[in-house]
């Protein structure tokens, strides 16, 4: 299945990029997705390469600089306890990434999976994962998320899964309605015919041709796991001290110093906003090429 | 249509019964009750005193039973009592209501003043600067965390006029309130104006191209009136359906501006109590809140069907 | 000595410039008004006696008289500034065993019934766990170990009678923590709706919004209290609370909730403001597993003894702005700390911490740990910045001596039960003193057995020298003994402290009367004296 999937992955992805040519078009036919490639590229590579990038240890404390404003040693400035708030930021960006691709990767496999069932098998599996689907998206993603992480504990793991969890139900509506579609084309007639397994059929056939309004969905959801993250710190349920989470930088410290150390506040939100802006760009772009029928 | 409004309206209950189920278990899972708490406020750790507690509130309870007696007290009206406060949980809900409901109004006033003229214009003007720029400003408004936004216009108000619009006291006349509500509003109503705003334009440029509307225009129907008048009109279903995805999102974003404005709401409320394992506010709060998302779908989805006949027959 | 230490506070306060108390002895008293400060939470529940946290007392505190109390105008607490309350007189008898009270006639509850001694003996045998009704949770109850009963003489006297003598009772029952409660009103009652003697009346408490207090018309006490009420509006972001006193808005900030870096801001954004910085008697300290290993091992404790940069947490934290002590809070606001001198002969309280950090290192070296075998540990603590912040800085100076640690930060609610199982190796925690006294402290953090022991350490020879001290009536010789005993809890690593913080309090220059106590912020909330110059 693994294999399968990545396939379909490749096979869609190289529409996007691949030869040079093919990003020179995109380029100039979608500007805006291309800045939003653009910041999140900077983004992932900060994330991988934040030792390489910074300047201070993020979790280094140092009386002397407490709540120092920006300047050429430090660039955004410190934090109350000293430690230097561009390191952090960098550093945040791992943890982003992390749960944003993490979340949206585990609820979308799981959504997958409840659409594909759902779809494919019909009847009354399909009416009670669709009952299941009601439920969890009748709730707003942050009202569950906070009583699943409150649930949790506050950790990256438990972070990750509390925010999947109400994404499920996004990725399966897409799959069923896919799949409901995909039953009653010729080749899955075909397919069923050569006496091909219901689930070969099912990954084989069905899931690859959903991955287009999927790739849409996920670039979406990347941004909305991101923001939902950064709540969920602000609250204080989300990922504890010391980890330099964006949410958690504009945290209780944080908000305290809106007056006296106002880089506190400005540039962790900037970091946010600029990310969350990257997806939603490049999901336009996305989904303007991969699913026409959306275009908005 | 009758049996189309039966059919969603007994998913509903099965949704709302599910979520109800769901709720339930799921704060049970919580580390640590109300006696935890409690104890942990106290520094104490006397485990026979603490399982008195537990004794007293029927926590030692299965959970089934528990749950039994939550959903029969609500068919008879009773929601319980706030473990906390000892008080009837429906008392320490019920004042918060009209506030957040105030606040999610004003929102959504917010939003609509602003995303559908703003829609309507970069529909008007597609492919010019004006477009461009109100694209990207709107899809910065859906990239913004709410909170933050909070933050920025707490900060700015103190740098301007040296005071803060927060909640200090009760408002006590309409203008006050509405002062006071306001600014929370726009921070969170600004996210749900950018969808709104994306979906007004994208409606909008479908209608332009509609065969009506070359009609009217070579009727000589102005400009303007062609618009405003015709374009617009068709262009309710997507406000329909923004506030129907809204709904959930607000509810989302109030939780953490009600915090950063310190508004006695329900979303703050919220909040305090899953710190406090207050189960029986804590349930009934959710199930409130999902009543009334569920009940913003339903009725979404009947306007859908009255307004657009297809979607009644595909169904 | 009151006045000569009501000088001291007045030329301390001058010295960081800070206007102050002296003002607020100028003029007439004022009555009316309503005095508006914000709570820093919603508190538990509004029985004092069931709670822990200053949060209730301040609020609450106002609602109640209790028998004896810390004389209200002075700021350091100590045996010789109690003064009556609901008791006119207090007398011991010859072997010290029973201490008689005489009570105040003609006194009423906020509901009309009369004040007795029946009241009195409720009250403490509720505490004592002697009457069917019970409180939910009774955090206090070993203060009241040496009293074996209450008895009473008439309506209008009691006695508290003792095992051994203990001079300090009277210092526990002059706090903050001591009101009397009237017999009529249920424990679940006096949770919401409190009913006491004291200035001022129970109005409302709406959940997370605000608290609301207003005169009692029948006071015993004449022409008391000057406001017509006190309103607490619940504001849990401290910044915005702080930002709402400086526009105006409030007249008092929570007490003790301003930090060095909020003072600051206060300062320069309103400079009519009157600030005090105070001791809070609330200790940061570091909790120790002494059960399994790694910290079971002395040398072990030992060495995390002598990592603590303490100065490094007073800079980083308050800058600069909190005293280095052991147990007791140091001097000159503690009455019991030791002098400075004997402090920096413990060891890890010298001043040279490179050297220390060199004998530590060389302590895990003997222990097999070194630059390339670092001991990897869990430091726990709450989910609230005063906990988190000081755990950063721990974890931080712990890499000194190879120790690699990660914060595991605990939800409330499964904080004291993680402790309770022993499930952590390093704790970061917060020891309020709500009575700076010996016999509270020891008492109630190290002797073996107690409910807030939550190291469980326990050192029965030392135990015996906790009760030698208590009986010691003679002031010198008992700070002598309290010392000594100070110290040796030091040495044996039992509950490391850190530091002991400071705050600030401010109000309005039209607030009056105010007084901040010194060595304690449990005891200075009865506000029946304060006044507004409007």
Not at chain 3, 167 to 181: E, I, N, R, T
């Amino acid at each position: 299945m693994h294999v399968d999937f990545e396939a379909g992955l490749a096979r869609a992805g190289a529409r996007i990029d691949g030869t040079w040519s093919n990003l020179r078009f995109f380029v100039s036919r979608h500007p805006l997705g291309a800045v939003g490639a653009v910041i999140m590229a900077v983004f992932v590579l900060a994330a991988i390469f934040a030792g390489a990038i910074t300047t201070h240890d993020p979790l280094q404390t140092n009386a002397s600089i407490s709540l120092a404003p920006p300047s050429a040693q430090h660039w955004l400035g410190a934090d109350f306890m000293g430690r230097d708030v561009f390191s952090r930021i960098v550093y945040g960006a791992r943890i982003s990434l992390a749960v944003g691709l993490g979340s949206t990767l585990l609820g979308c496999i799981l959504g997958v999976a409840l659409g594909l069932t759902s779809g494919y098998l019909g009847g009354w599996v399909d009416l009670v994962v669709q009952r299941v689907v009601d439920i969890l998206q009748a709730l707003p993603l942050l009202v569950l998320a906070l009583v699943m992480a409150a649930s949790l504990g506050p950790s990256l793991q438990n972070t990750i899964i509390a925010i999947a969890i109400p994404l499920i139900p996004y990725a399966a509506r897409v799959v069923r309605s896919n799949t409901l579609t995909l039953r009653e084309q010729p080749f899955v007639e075909a397919a069923k015919a050569v006496g091909m397994s219901e689930l070969r059929i099912a990954l084989r056939h069905v899931l690859p041709n959903t991955l287009a309004p999927l790739i849409v969905l996920a670039t979406a959801q990347l941004g909305a796991a991101i923001l939902t993250e950064a709540s969920l710190s602000f609250l204080g349920l989300g990922i504890p001290e010391p980890h330099p989470s964006w949410g958690r930088m504009l945290s209780e410290s944080a908000a305290e110093y809106v007056r006296t150390a106002p880089w506190l506040v400005i540039f962790p939100g900037v970091a946010i906003s600029l990310t969350v802006f990257g997806t939603n760009l490049l999901g336009d772009a996305l989904r303007d090429i991969l699913d026409p029928r959306q275009r908005g | 249509m009758l049996g189309y409004l039966a059919r969603r309206f007994s998913l509903m209950i099965v949704t709302l019964f599910g979520i109800s189920v769901i709720i339930f278990v799921l704060l049970r899972l919580l580390p640590g009750n109300i006696a935890d708490i409690l104890f942990d406020s106290a520094g104490l750790i006397n485990p026979a005193e603490k399982q008195q507690i537990e004794r007293e509130l029927g926590l030692d309870r299965p959970i089934p039973v528990q749950y039994a007696a939550w959903i029969g007290g609500m068919i008879e009206g009773d929601l319980g009592y706030s473990y906390k406060t000892e008080r009837p949980a429906i008392e320490e809900i019920a004042p918060r209501i009209p506030i957040t409901a105030k606040l999610a109004a004003l929102a959504l006033a917010f939003s609509v003043l602003l995303g559908v003229p703003l829609g309507v214009v970069s529909a008007v003007r597609q492919n010019t600067a004006l477009d461009y720029l109100l694209r990207v400003l709107s899809l910065s408004g859906l990239s913004m965390p709410a909170f933050w936004l909070g933050l920025l216009i707490l900060m700015a108000f103190v740098a301007a006029f040296g005071t803060i619009p927060i909640y200090t006291d009760p408002p006590k006349s309409v203008w006050d309130e509405l002062l006071l509500y306001s600014i929370p509003a726009a921070a969170v109503g600004f996210r749900s104006s950018a969808l709104l705003m994306r979906l007004t334009r994208s409606a909008m440029l479908e209608v332009l191209r509609q065969d009506y509307i070359r009609t009217a225009r070579s009727k000589g129907a102005s400009e303007r009136t062609v618009n405003y008048h015709h374009a617009l009109r068709n262009a309710v279903l997507p406000l329909v359906t923004v506030i129907g995805i809204e709904a959930a999102f607000l509810i989302g974003g109030l939780i953490v501006t009600e915090t950063v404005f310190n508004i006695p709401g329900v979303a703050r409320f919220l909040v305090e109590a899953i710190r406090w394992r207050d189960y029986p506010v804590v349930q009934n709060l959710v199930m409130l809140i999902a009543v009334i998302v569920v009940v913003v779908n339903f009725i979404v989805d009947l306007l859908y069907a009255v307004l657009d006949p297809r979607i009644r027959y595909a169904n | 000595m009151h006045r000569a230490f009501r000088r001291f506070v007045t030329a301390g306060a001058l010295v960081v410039g800070v206007s102050v108390v002296a003002s607020a002895f100028a003029g007439e008293p004022k009555p009316g008004g309503v005095l508006k400060m914000y709570h820093r939470e919603n508190p538990g529940s509004a029985s004092i006696h069931e709670e822990a946290t200053y949060s209730t007392n301040v609020p609450f505190m106002p609602v109640f008289n209790n028998l004896v109390i810390y004389d209200q105008h002075v700021a350091q607490n100590s045996l010789q500034s109690i003064v009556p309350e609901l008791a006119t007189s207090w007398s011991l008898n010859d072997d010290k065993t029973r201490l008689t009270f005489k009570l105040r006639q003609g006194v009423k509850w906020h509901d009309g019934k009369p004040f007795t001694s029946k009241d009195v003996k409720c009250t403490w045998d509720m505490l004592m766990g002697k009457s069917s009704a019970k409180f939910r949770k009774n955090p206090r109850k070993n203060w009241y170990e040496n009293v074996t009963e209450i008895t009473t003489n008439g309506d209008y006297e009691a006695t508290f009678n003792l095992k051994r003598p203990q001079p300090a009772l009277l210092a526990l029952l002059a706090s903050g923590y001591s009101p009397v409660y009237p017999c009529h009103v249920s424990p679940a009652e006096m949770r919401s709706h409190p009913i006491g003697t004291g200035p001022f009346k129970f109005v409302e408490w709406k959940q997370n919004e605000s608290i609301k207090l207003a005169r009692n018309p029948d006071y015993w006490r004449k022409g008391r209290p000057y406001l017509d009420g006190i309103e607490f509006t619940v504001i849990p972001n401290r910044s915005t609370a702080i930002l709402a006193f400086i526009a105006g808005r409030l007249d008092m900030t929570f007490p003790t909730e301003v930090t060095v870096p909020l003072l600051k801001d206060v300062k320069a954004q309103a400079p009519q403001a009157v600030c005090q910085m105070a001791p809070i008697n609330v200790s940061t300290n570091i909790i120790i597993n002494r059960d399994t290993p790694p910290f079971d091992n002395p040398q072990i404790r030992q060495a995390l003894a002598l990592t603590l940069d303490r100065k490094a947490f007073v800079d980083i934290l308050s800058e600069g702005q909190a005293d280095i002590g052991a147990s007791m809070l140091p001097g000159p606001e503690g009455v019991w700390g030791m002098p400075k001198e004997m402090l920096q002969t413990i060891s890890g309280y010298g001043p040279d911490v490179q050297k220390n950090r060199a004998e530590a290192r060389s302590l895990m070296e003997q222990q097999g740990y070194g630059p390339d075998k670092h001991l990897n540990i869990k430091v726990s603590t709450r989910n609230l910045a005063v906990y988190r912040d000081p755990a950063v800085i721990l974890i931080d100076q712990l890499k000194e001596i190879y120790i690699d640690a990660d914060l595991d930060v605990v939800e409330t609610g499964s904080w004291f039960a993680k402790i309770a199982r022993k499930d952590y190796a390093l704790g970061l925690n917060l020891t309020g003193n709500s009575v700076d006294d010996p016999d509270q402290n020891f008492y109630e953090n190290y002797a073996c057995g107690s409910e807030r022991n939550y190291t469980q350490y326990c050192n029965k020879a030392l135990e015996k020298q906790f009760d030698a001290q208590s009986m010691e009536t003679d002031l010198e010789k008992r700070k002598k003994m309290v010392w000594e005993i100070d110290k040796q809890l030091q040495e044996d690593v039992a509950r490391p402290i850190i530091f002991h913080g400071r705050n600030a309090t401010c109000w309005q220059p039209y607030v009056k009367d105010i007084t901040v106590m010194v060595n304690s912020s449990y005891n200075g909330y009865r506000y029946e004296d304060v006044w507004l110059d409007k």
